[in-house]
């Protein structure tokens, strides 16, 4: 195969790669935001646990205020019981130091009820500690892979940007501007496709059977008719020893 085209060939791959990796770092903000999304939804029983608490306690200090007014409610009936002159204001203070007496009773019910709840919402809160720890110590590792994530790839892609200047700037000045005029106008940068099994693999149109053998010689720049990517042609031997290898441009992706 003509030297051009293994370089173009290979400025494919580079390109590719390239494409691959900046799409890959695009997408870790939303990554990142599901993992988080995922600790929210995992979390919720537990805030839901703490919200509990948290009401239970506002609700034992209002009614431990309550109850402090309520006994100086009784208090002061009791005083006016000692100080009344007469059977009216004696009934009369009877009946407000049993008024309050009763609602500290039922506020104090109420009280213990509260109480229960605020040591049951902590118990329970206690026993999944080690649950909400795994769950945060999982979510950070997931998002700390996905920061080494971006770095490396972040490295790799400055390095594959220079490796691929290098392969620009040594093609023939007509080769290098084909292959920049072709990636430009193709929506999957893809300017170099394989020729298989007779047909164009990027649009899968038909090849001629001369234009296939123009394309297995390889000495000159074949484009499909169609797309007008620049085709070239990997003998099934070669394909099967450089499996690996082989960086196929890959049009499904
Ligand atoms: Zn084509």
């Known amino acids: 195969m003509k030297a051009e085209l293994k370089q173009l060939i290979a400025l494919q791959n580079t390109d590719t790669r390239i494409r691959r990796l900046k799409a890959d770092i695009e997408a870790i903000p939303q990554r990142r935001a599901e993992i988080e999304r995922e600790f929210d939804q995992r979390a919720f029983e537990i805030r839901a646990l703490e919200t509990e608490r948290d009401a239970a306690q506002h609700e034992r200090a209002r009614l431990e205020t309550e109850i402090f007014e309520q006994r100086k409610?009784?208090?002061?009936?009791d005083r006016n019981l000692m100080s009344s002159k007469n059977a009216q204001e004696y009934e009369a203070?009877?009946?407000?130091?049993?008024?309050?007496?009763?609602?500290?009773?039922?506020?104090?019910?109420?009280?213990l009820e509260k109480m229960e709840a605020i040591d049951q919402a902590e118990n329970q809160l206690k026993e999944r500690e080690p649950e909400?720890?795994?769950?945060?110590?999982?979510?950070?590792q997931r998002l700390k892979e996905l920061d080494e994530q971006t770095r490396s790839e972040s490295e790799e892609i400055t390095?594959?940007?220079?490796?691929?200047?290098?392969?620009?700037?040594?093609?023939?000045v007509q080769m290098a501007a084909l292959y920049k005029r072709i990636s430009a106008r193709i929506r999957d940068g893809i300017a170099v496709a394989e020729a298989r099994n007779s047909s164009c693999s990027a649009c899968f149109m038909s090849l001629r059977p001369q234009v296939m053998a123009e394309i297995r010689r390889g000495e000159e720049v074949i484009t499909c008719d169609n797309c007008n990517r620049i085709l070239y042609y990997v003998p099934a031997e070669q394909k099967a020893t450089e499996a690996s290898a082989t960086v196929t441009p890959n049009v499904a992706a």
Do not use: C, N, Y
């Open 93 to 111: 203070a009877i009946r407000e130091a049993d008024a309050a007496r009763k609602t500290i009773s039922q506020l104090e019910t109420t009280l």
């Open 159 to 172: 390095a594959r940007g220079i490796e691929r200047e290098q392969i620009f700037a040594s093609l023939p």
């Open 73 to 77: 409610r009784a208090e002061r009936a």
């Open 132 to 140: 909400v720890e795994r769950m945060r110590t999982e979510m950070e």
